[in-house]
């Protein structure tokens, strides 16, 4: 039997402590009418869809029996009709022999909303179900190989035999690598690579080349029309902005540079540079949609330079200010998805430091992202564009990143990325007066 764990550690992660979970009495499940391959409880006037589920048992459902219910119906999606809840040891069967055990799962979505839990739900499911799946060999796999996007944190928690092969491609965006086949993708794993004998730049090379086979160019007699993509499952469009001609063939009918947003993972948005008005609505039409689902991808924009190649629209055009708001609202998100799990890596090991979060504030120059340093607080900080110091005998201020990091010598965290800085204690007096000496004004 193939047994996939809640969670193991990365080598730079402390050793989880997973709590023990007593036995629990047999669930006498009943079976929905005229369906008798689910085998998953009935949840009364809750349609199937696992963000209306409650943690919290509004319908008067054992949570432990609700997060299953939701691993259940993210496997159907992911692995086929066939899972099934084993409510004594707190664990999903699925596929012929495969299990996944729920204990640490259900601690370190203690608290969420229903859509962080969707979206800790579908993580969970698709990064450790790759451990199990068997993509064929080598041969096999090659001609099925395709790119796909996901967000910096989304191999958080993989467990060691389900490490994903990826790279950064976009600021806090990733490329990863899937095998296509009928009805689900398996994303492929550096176990996978080691058994095929090739090396990551093989795999990525491969999957770009087949990439470029199924991109469909822009149609020079479609005009100027805005052009909206969404993908049902197997088109891959949210990947097309790796192929380097795709984004650049808008150009002819667009008359001017394109600028592509993906806000989620199945979403791309094509419009043109050169009109302020739909620039500035699909921003704000981007944040909502990023901000509002589990599939978050990106709220940034993205265009191509004069070689062709794709770069962050806020490269070439930083005075835009749609660009300043995505780029921190992209980081502030990012991070939030690191803190609720480093938090509960710290919880389970006893690590006492706080996890510093990010905030979101209007300045004078433009929206930029905040952190504060508490005075008597040991917190790991993100990396942000000010900290702000919040002593007990003096009106908070703000300082740089840049130079905080260079008064205080502030180190960054092994492992961690996003990337977060270890402030075990509050500056010395002379070192506090240097900062202040730097400080600048937001209000």
Same mark, same amino acid.
């Given at each position: ?67 299953? *219910?939701? $691993? ?7 692995? +086929?009709?066939?899972? $099934? ?8 069967? *699925? ?66 035999? +389900? ?33 095929? +004998? ?41 990947? /097309? ?99 609720? /799990? ?83 204690? /509050? ?17």
């Amino acid at each position: 039997m193939r047994v996939v764990g809640p969670n193991p550690d990365h080598a730079h992660v402390p050793l989880l402590h997973i709590p023990v979970i007593p036995q629990a009495p047999l669930l006498h499940i009943p079976v929905i009418p005229q369906a008798p391959l689910l085998h998953f409880p009935v949840i009364p006037q809750a349609p199937l869809l696992p963000a209306t589920i409650s943690r919290m048992g509004a319908n008067e459902v054992d949570p432990r029996t609700s997060l299953a *219910y939701l $691993v259940l119906e993210r496997l159907r999606i992911e692995s +086929g009709p066939d899972p $099934v809840y084993d409510s004594a040891n707190f664990s999903v069967r *699925y596929g012929d022999d495969d299990v996944l055990f729920l204990d640490n799962l259900f601690e370190e979505t203690a608290g969420c909303d229903e859509t962080e839990l969707a979206a800790h739900v579908e993580h969970f499911v698709a990064t450790t179900i790759a451990a199990n799946d068997d993509p064929g060999s080598w041969d096999a796999a090659l001609p099925r190989l395709r790119p796909i996007l996901k967000p910096s944190t989304y191999t958080i928690g993989a467990p060691p035999s +389900g490490l994903l092969v990826s790279r950064r491609i976009f600021p806090l965006v990733d490329e990863l690598v899937a095998v296509d086949s009928p009805g689900r993708r398996t994303v492929v794993s550096w176990e996978t690579i080691a058994a095929w +004998g090739v090396d990551p730049a093989t795999v990525f090379s491969a999957a770009r080349s087949n990439l470029a086979t199924i991109t469909v160019h822009a149609d020079p007699s479609k005009g100027r029309a805005v052009q909206r993509l969404v993908d049902s499952g197997s088109s891959y469009f949210t990947s /097309w902005l790796l192929d380097p001609g795709w984004l650049a063939s808008h150009r002819g009918r667009f008359g001017c540079a394109p600028v592509a947003f993906v806000p989620d993972v199945d979403t791309v948005f094509v419009v043109p540079s050169d009109d302020p008005g739909v620039l500035a609505h699909h921003f704000e039409l981007v944040e909502r949609q990023y901000t509002h689902t589990a599939r978050g991808l990106s709220p940034q924009a993205y265009t191509v330079d004069d070689d062709g190649t794709v770069v962050t629209f806020d490269t070439l055009h930083p005075e835009n200010p749609g660009t300043e708001r995505a780029r921190c609202v992209h980081i502030a998100r990012e991070y939030d998805a690191q803190s609720g /799990w480093l938090r509960n890596q710290y919880d389970l090991d006893g690590v006492r430091s706080t996890v510093g979060t990010v905030s979101v504030k209007t300045t004078p120059f433009g929206p930029r992202t905040v952190t504060i340093w508490d005075q008597g607080i040991d917190s790991v900080l993100p990396r942000t564009d000010l900290v702000a110091f919040c002593g007990h005998a003096s009106e908070p201020f703000y300082v740089q990143f840049e130079d905080v990091a260079r008064i205080t010598g502030i180190a960054p965290v092994f492992g961690l990325d996003p990337a977060r800085f270890h402030a075990s204690s /509050w500056p010395t007096p002379d070192i506090v007066e240097d900062l202040a000496a730097h400080s600048i004004r937001i209000d």
